[in-house]
């Protein structure tokens, strides 16, 4: 078993990290006050070819494996969890699927904009009275014979990225007796089909430069050739996601554990009380040492998790246990930090307050918490 990351692995995470300390962290907490979408980073990502880590070479990806994938949103996330999430749910969520699941010619018509062309994606499955139970959708894609089309109408909510995607993977339902057969999925383009709207974006407790939406379909007309696969085969394809989106958010949230870390640790040995630092306290020491292993742990069960994908092992229970550590050690040590910093953690002059806001989205997004122990209790065969 080898623990080392291969040289090609290494180098983009450190070029990708130099990026970020040197591009994402001066403004990192500006842009989440403004309630500000950086385009201008994810310019400078896209020229770096980090838009498309996962996707294959052919339609304009870096050809990278998952794990290379993980490294990149790790270190996304230790300096900004708004630009983190927006690129996983882009790369994870707006791009991989049409990989997968699209034919030649999709793939080149959409996937290629997004892996290489600057383009950005999303993918709308939530709606306003489904969450956990996201199968239980209103949405509906009727299809017209005459035309050739099929008719959207619905809503989505907690969509990331829509309001600034240039195009949205829609889960609509196309048979209503067919149950989880019947979904499917379509690719819908907000700047040239009528009838998408963006009808709120949503003030959050944090992640605020990262675009949270509603989006309403109102009898949305795309031809048969934006149907992502077969008719029925959405939901199939959902699951097929979420086993990699899940990865990406661990890997998120172990990058936001690394910096909340990394805060607590540089302030603990700075700052002085009774006339030494306050890293030198029992306590202090402790609680630092405690952050250090959480993440640790937390990094360790998220590139396990991204192996095994790679190797092509079913990966549902090591994908959803990496999800809960990380999501759960990122709050904890975000709030920790805070603790550690004291008043100044409190203030926006610090980064912890921020990831401690931050970190609370991660045991929410791709499937709570609660739905996590369901997935690996099925697992376990209980």
Known sequence: MDFELPAEHRMIRDTVRDFCEEEIQPIAQEIE?????????????????????????????????????????EELGRVSGGIGLSYAAHTSLGAK??????????????????????????????????????????????????????????TKQFITNANVANSVLVKAVTDADAGYDGISTFIVD?????????????????????????????????????????????????????????????????????????????????????????????????????????TERARLLTYKAATTYDAGEPVTRASALAKLDAS??????????????????YTTDFAPQRFYRDAKLMEIGEGTSEIQHVVIGRELGL
């Open 33 to 73: 006050d403004d309630h500000r979408f950086p385009d201008e980073v994810f310019a400078e990502l896209n020229d770096l070819d980090m838009m498309g880590v996962p996707v294959s070479e052919e339609y304009g990806g870096l050809g990278g494996d998952q794990l290379m994938y993980a490294l990149v949103t």
């Open 97 to 154: 699927p049409i990989e997968l699941f699209g034919t030649d010619e999709q793939k080149e018509t959409w996937l290629r904009p997004l892996a290489s062309g600057g383009e950005m994606g999303a993918w709308a499955l939530t709606e306003p009275g489904s969450g956990s139970d996201a199968s239980n959708m209103d949405t509906t894609a009727e299809y017209d014979p005459a035309a050739d089309e099929y008719v959207l109408n619905g």
């Open 190 to 294: 907000p700047d040239e089909d009528d009838g998408f709207e963006v009808t709120t974006v949503w003030d959050k407790m944090g992640l605020n430069s990262s675009p949270t939406c509603e989006i309403r379909l109102d009898d949305v007309r795309l031809p048969a050739d934006r149907l992502l696969g077969e008719e029925g085969e959405g939901w199939t394809q959902t699951m097929k996601t979420l086993e990699g989106g899940r990865i990406s958010i661990a890997a998120l949230s172990t990058g936001l554990a690394q910096g909340a870390y990394e805060a607590a640790k540089e302030y603990a040995g700075e700052r002085e009380q009774f006339g030494k630092p306050i890293a030198k306290f029992d306590a202090i020491r402790d609680k630092v040492v405690h952050m250090h292993r959480q």
């Open 328 to 345: 759960e050690a990122a709050r904890e040590v975000a709030e920790e930090a805070v603790q550690t910093l004291g008043g100044y953690g």
